[in-house]
């Protein structure tokens, strides 16, 4: 680089199933293009970085988003860190209405059905976290689907370790260096960890199942 020029800009790539992702999705699947063709900007991607593990991410700006109809491709957990917005997203059940800020997560398996997604505010940053088709995060050996694993689709969850988990990958995207591996992955494990603690069919069972025994 020449004395006197600006550092060249590297700008973040959005991440596409190349089979090393386990995700799923079929080969060269653009895993946010509900995102990119709604013109959501990239801020950081994992892409490139050389992290692996069983997360890739994307940290996203949103400004007013109508999104059509479409199946989610992947295992998706998707968590604001800055602005506000009110989000309206429909599957099969009801209307999913909630303000998003930051700290508050979302969840969408694989396979879902999804009506629409509608984002209305001025700015909300969000990290887009895609899990490997085997939702346990390698905590088991099975190939669990979101099906079997019993993910929810959810919106509106404030999860105080979710949101940690989030702004410590989040910083990690944003240093882009591959040295960071090692903690990547082990955030990853550890989220994964929590979500099939708090946030699967089973874990809503077993939480009925207490009240009824009381």
């Known amino acids: ?20 992702q386990h995700t799923g999705a079929a080969i060269n699947t653009v895993l946010g293009k509900k995102y990119e063709d709604a013109g959501s900007l990239l801020l950081a991607s994992s892409k490139g970085l050389g992290w692996g593990g069983t997360v890739n991410a994307e940290l996203r700006r949103h400004n007013s988003l109508s999104g059509a109809s479409f199946i989610q491709p992947i295992n998706e957990v998707a968590i604001a860190l800055a602005g506000s917005a009110e989000i309206r997203r429909r599957a099969d059940g009801a209307e999913q209405r909630f303000e998003s800020r930051a700290g508050v997560s979302c969840i969408c398996p694989k396979g879902v059905s999804v009506r629409y997604l509608n984002i209305d505010g001025d700015s909300l940053d969000m990290l887009h976290l895609y899990l490997s088709k085997d939702a346990s995060g390698g905590l088991n050996d099975r190939d669990t689907n979101a099906e079997d694993a019993g993910l929810v689709y959810t919106g509106g ?17 944003q240093a882009s260096t591959k040295s960071n591996r090692i903690v990547f992955d082990t955030l990853s494990l550890a989220l994964s960890a929590r979500i099939l603690q ?17």
């Open 157 to 173: 969850i404030f999860d105080p370790l979710i949101h940690q988990i989030g702004l410590a990958i989040a910083e990690e995207l």
């Open 1 to 20: 680089m020449l004395e006197g020029e600006p550092p060249t800009q590297i700008l973040p790539i959005p991440i596409r199933e190349d089979g090393r």
């Open 198 to 214: 708090r946030h699967t069919r089973a874990d809503e069972l077993g939480r009925v199942s207490d009240l009824l025994c009381v």
